[in-house]
């Protein structure tokens, strides 16, 4: 009698462990997709944050090109005047 009650008591702590691991798991699948939410959101900030600087960035090369072309134009208008002299 005296090993089934060690078995029986046995088994019961199995069985109890075996419950606080499967809660300790459906804990870390919980968490598991938070942060898997949280990359994504993180992501999307990121790929956003790439967007506004380009968009940023773009009125600064068009005033770089638009310069340029100036200093070209004014180039070009000596070179003439220098040759209708």
């Not at 109890?16 to 300790?24: A, W, Y």
């Not at 898997?36 to 960035?57: F, G, M, P, R, V």
């Amino acid at each position: 009698m005296s090993t089934i009650n060690t078995l029986v008591h046995h088994i019961d702590q199995l069985l109890t462990q075996h419950q606080s691991l499967q809660h300790g798991y459906a804990q870390l699948q919980s968490k598991v997709v938070q942060l898997e939410q949280q990359l994504l959101q993180l992501q999307l900030d990121s790929d956003n944050l790439e967007q506004d600087k380009h968009l940023e960035s773009e009125p600064a090369h068009n005033q770089i090109i638009e310069d340029e072309l100036h200093h070209l134009i004014g180039l070009f208008d000596q070179a003439t005047e220098a040759r209708h002299e």
